[in-house]
């Protein structure tokens, strides 16, 4: 028998490096050894997939499959360059594929494995685009290393050059000799320029490639079930950007597309506190939630699973629970309302007629400590800043020199706060520009913005916001919530987990809280998401199909799932079992002939699985008769292994349609299991009587 | 009550009892040799034609030699020599001078079973008049086309192309073969019995004719009628294609390789008591049948392949029907 096909040892090293940079950025890297085992499996196991078979295509879907079903994305800062859950997805369909490559037959011709450098190749991009490089100053050379000597292991032109005798034929070995070298450096041309290549297009695109990444793999399920961030951190990507996935619907009309869900009053080192603790909550009554007020109701269906918390526009006058929801309120944080129902439930707010002053149960004005917190600038903040909150001051103050002294109450008092809030707006709007990432400078990071940078995201923004205006002596704080834009053809507004936004709301005496969104006009989701092309739209709905048809599903136990759907697939085969039996009776020759069909393929299944359960699968290239000579395999009884195997031979090949010949096919088939389980026993006899 | 016997039974006393004749008396004059008897016999039936190929010394003209003794028929043999003329092996006209005619003497072509011994110690020429008579039973000669007695089964030998004062076959004569079958040594328990088969004189020249000219036509006839599954045919074309993509391979298995391939498995089934052909008649016939038609590009040569190195790997990769 041929040797199966074995890459060179330089090649598997080079396989190893890659699993082990691979292994390195994966937090959980149970799943390498398992592909290390099958890949060295190979140097072991004889079979191979052939060429042109389903098997690889089976493989990769359930492998991707398992990869999104494993691997979640890292909802935390991300402060690497290139994300976790993208490294992880690509690598890992790289990785999964070079142990596909390697199970194959050897395509004619080609010289082994050069589809494996290639594919290692690939693999090795996204593990290298990091910038936690202290591990690539050795895997890279010693990937390097090895894929030059696989190469030469390889010899791409299929000749050895050894065993052309050079007396003889120097011309031959002068030329073979010459194109050896030529194609070992072109390959290892194509596989550099590859990785290089590949490195420059994902670390220039690595904002799309992440959100794909991001989008492509499933969200971690957060266990404060907010589904808003709960201490935001300024990131250098805006988290959340791009998941069409659906978080509410409202149906009715809504007086500010801000639907806010958490306020921050304290920033510390690039994170808005206090962190939401979800601990100490109590039940809200209802004239605290109604306030006894009257307006026009709006109905909010909340989709995901892990956003318990309502949101709703700041005015917001009253809240009904539909269906009886409970809904509490967190005893630290007076402006947010939370509930323990699942998902899907819904909520009517209640929004005010006409413009109203008071507060809401989603706005009670604050307390002296909160407005006391809502001014405080923290001390990390650069005092470059404060030159651009005295610039606002200034400009907005139409040149009153006074105004340059921020500390002087009486002069700030001159400018009313409303005045403040749109100079700091339309000065973040005119002087810095939208972006969905950000990358900020080492030091603090609203500073990092305002004096160095140019363009960021909706959370520095709103971060700069707040601190400005806190400069500027208006009691403001950072919000976090979505923002509802998109109309639906039904007069409901659809909210998507991509319409998160962050913004700020500022405490006017009189007022009540504002919201301040100082955000360009293009960062907003509204813009950002144009529900305008069609493909997209498609594909969104088949994306709140699939999910109705999840929230239905999980209306049912697992039981009851299982249990209907044994249902269904019994009443089928019964039916099936019918239809097939009407027509043997009716005597159809067709019938008749499928029969023989399905019974072969049952006979061959049986005879397959004897050989596994005996040791012996059969390789697909090879004839039955051919591989029991070959391995006589000493549990299996010889001469019914014969009589099987002609007998099969005849009814297969002879198409010879003889029931005394089927009998006896089985007869044979059968003393084989039996024979098989006899043995089988004795094994196991003889194994405990040895203990 | 009778005892009805086991369809299996039944199936293998199918054997047609000519042919178990044939091989019991090639058996006695070559020893341990059955596979290569076997395949001799499966061209024979098939009607392509055998290139013996070894070493001198190991039985190849014994072999030829045995065969045509076990059929009442007409058997020729022609020493191929260098100096050699296609004449010699076709015949010519010669003038009578009484009646001042030009009257045809066949050569010894005319006849059932020609052994074309050391076949490639002749020039191209002489080999080549060989051409027209292998694949279509009938010869020309000075214009005039006549017929060959039926059976027409050559069986040449040749020692292997490597070896001094040879012309190594062109490539559309090595295609006109059937099968290339090469003996190699025997074991020494065979060499042992071989010995002392001697003792009372050349056993192949103690062979008595087992079966006639007409048997061997019937049994051509019935070869024919072998049924081919569908799927057997297809993993026989996926073979030959596969050779036809092989980079290695300058010449590839040409569709009169598929044609001989599908004859001589109908005629291997048949040996074997069976009406119908099984993968595994493709499969142990494909190296016979295709090593000796490939040609290797000069790279594969030097790099130590061989046609049957390649037909073999060929076979590891084609999944069998089942």
Redesign the interface.
């Known amino acids: 028998m041929k040797t199966p096909l074995r890459m060179p040892w330089p090649l598997t090293g080079a396989v190893m490096v890659f699993y082990l940079a691979l292994g390195m950025h994966q937090e959980s890297p149970g799943m390498l050894p398992i592909l290390v085992l099958a890949y060295l499996a190979t140097y072991v196991v004889p079979a191979r997939i052939p060429q042109k078979s389903w098997a690889p295509w089976v493989l990769r879907i359930m492998a991707y499959g398992w990869i999104t079903s494993t691997i979640t994305r890292d909802d935390g800062s991300t402060a690497l360059m290139f994300s976790q859950s993208t490294i992880i997805a690509f690598g890992v369909i790289w990785a999964i594929e070079t142990v596909i490559q390697v199970w194959r037959e050897r395509p004619a011709g080609n010289p082994p494995g050069s589809a494996l450098i290639v594919i290692t190749a690939l693999g090795m991009i996204p593990v290298s685009v990091t910038p936690d490089d202290a591990y690539l100053k050795w895997t890279v050379p010693a990937y390097l290393l090895l894929i030059t000597l696989s190469l030469r292991a390889l010899n791409p032109l299929g000749t050895s050059i050894e065993t052309i005798p050079q007396q003889e034929d120097a011309d031959l070995y002068r030329t073979t000799a010459r194109r050896a070298m030529l194609g070992r450096i072109a390959a290892f041309g194509a596989v550099a320029l590859v990785g290089y290549g590949g490195y420059q297009l994902m670390s220039n695109n690595h904002d799309s490639l992440m959100s794909l990444g991001n989008n492509w793999t499933p969200h971690r399920r957060q266990p404060d079930g907010t589904g808003l961030s709960t201490a935001p951190s300024l990131g250098d990507m805006f988290d959340g950007e791009g998941s069409p996935t659906r978080v509410l619907r409202i149906t009715g009309k809504l007086t500010d597309q801000h639907l806010r869900g958490l306020a921050f009053d304290t920033y510390h080192n690039g994170t808005w506190l206090p962190v939401f603790d979800d601990g100490k909550s109590t039940d809200a009554n209802a004239t605290e939630l109604q306030s006894g007020r009257r307006g026009e109701r709006t109905r909010v269906h909340v989709f995901t699973d892990n956003l318990r918390l309502l949101v709703a526009p700041i005015d917001t006058v009253g809240v009904a629970p539909v269906d009886d929801i409970q809904i509490e309120r967190i005893t630290n944080r007076p402006e947010s309302l939370l509930t323990d129902a699942q998902s899907p439930y819904a909520y009517d707010l209640i929004l005010p007629g006409s413009s109203n002053k008071n507060p809401g149960p989603f706005a009670p004005p604050p307390s002296p400590g909160e407005i006391q917190r809502c001014l405080v600038v923290p001390k990390e903040i650069e005092p470059g800043v404060r030159s651009i909150a005295v610039q606002i001051a200034n400009t907005g103050s139409e040149g009153k020199s006074s105004f340059a002294n921020l500390g002087d109450a009486t002069s700030i008092a001159s400018f009313p706060p409303e005045k403040r809030i749109d100079a700091v707006t339309n000065y973040l709007i005119s002087h810095y520009a939208y972006s969905l990432s950000f990358h900020p400078t080492p030091g603090e990071k609203i500073s990092s913005f305002l004096l160095r940078g140019q363009a960021a995201h909706c959370e520095y923004f709103a971060a700069s916001a707040t601190i400005l205006l806190r400069m500027l002596g208006v009691p403001t704080r950072y919000v976090t919530g979505y923002y509802a834009h998109e109309g639906a053809p039904d007069g409901s507004t659809m909210v998507r987990q991509r319409d998160s936004h962050a913004w700020a709301e500022s405490w006017i005496d009189g007022k009540g809280w504002v919201t301040v969104d100082a955000t360009p006009g293009g960062g907003r989701p509204d813009k950002l998401f144009p529900d305008t092309a069609v493909t997209w739209r498609i594909g969104e709905w088949i994306a709140d199909r699939l999910q109705d048809a999840r929230d239905y599903l999980s209306h049912f136990t697992p039981m009851q799932l299982s249990a209907s759907i044994g249902l269904i697939g019994g009443v089928f085969f019964l039916l099936q079992w019918a239809v097939k039996r009407r027509k043997l009776q009716a005597g159809s020759v067709e019938v008749r002939k499928f029969d023989i069909d399905a019974e072969l393929l049952a006979l061959s299944g049986r005879f397959e699985s004897l050989l596994l359960r005996a040791g012996i699968p059969c390789p697909p290239s090879r004839t039955w008769e051919e591989h029991i000579d070959a391995e006589r395999p000493a549990s299996l009884d010889r001469t019914q292994l014969e009589r099987f195997m002609t007998g099969y031979n005849w009814l297969r090949f002879g198409r010879i349609d003889d029931d005394a010949l089927r009998a006896e096919i089985r007869e044979a088939l059968d003393a084989l299991e039996k024979g098989m389980e006899t043995n089988d026993r004795q094994t196991a006899a003889a194994r405990n009587g040895v203990r | 009550m009778t005892v009805?016997p086991?369809?299996?039974e039944t199936?293998s006393a199918k054997v047609n009892p000519a042919v178990v004749a044939l091989e019991r008396n090639l058996a006695i004059a070559i020893k341990g040799k059955d596979e290569s008897i076997q395949l001799l016999l499966t061209a024979l039936l098939a009607g392509g034609h055998v290139l013996l190929e070894d070493v001198p010394g190991t039985g190849k003209t014994t072999l030829a030699k045995a065969l045509a003794r076990s059929i009442d028929g007409l058997f020729r043999r022609v020493q191929f020599t260098p100096d050699l003329l296609p004449a010699d092996i076709t015949g010519s006209s010669f003038y009578r001078p009484q009646d001042g005619t030009f009257e045809f003497r066949e050569g010894p072509i005319f006849t059932n079973i020609l052994l074309a011994d050391e076949i490639n110690r002749t020039s191209p020429r002489t080999q080549s008049a060989l051409l027209e008579v292998m694949s279509e039973n009938q010869i020309s000669i000075e214009g005039l086309r006549r017929g060959l007695p039926q059976p027409f089964f050559v069986i040449a030998t040749q020692n292997p192309a490597e070896y001094h004062g040879t012309y190594p076959l062109p490539e559309a004569q090595l295609d006109r073969f059937a099968v290339r079958i090469s003996l190699g040594y025997p074991t020494l328990d065979n060499e042992m019995d071989i010995l002392y088969s001697h003792a009372v004189g050349e056993p192949v020249e103690m062979l008595e004719p087992v079966v006639t000219r007409d048997d061997i036509i019937a049994l051509q006839r019935n070869v024919r009628a072998v049924?081919v599954?569908r799927?057997?045919a297809d993993y026989l074309l996926r073979i030959v294609e596969?050779t036809r993509?092989?980079?290695?391979l300058r010449l590839a298995a040409s569709p009169r390789a598929s044609i001989s391939l599908f004859h001589m498995a109908q005629a291997r089934a048949l040996l074997s008591g069976?009406?119908?052909?099984?993968?595994?008649d493709v499969?142990s016939l494909a190296i016979p049948v295709l090593s000796h038609r490939v040609m290797l590009d000069?790279?594969?040569r030097?790099?130590?392949a061989t046609g049957e190195v390649i037909i073999?790997?060929?076979?590891?990769?084609?999944?069998?029907p089942?």
Do not use: M, N
């Open positions: 009805k086991l369809p299996l199936a049924t599954d799927s057997v596969a993509k092989d980079a290695r069976r009406d119908f052909v099984v993968p595994d499969r000069t790279k594969s030097y790099g130590g073999r790997e060929t076979l590891e990769s084609i999944a069998v089942r």
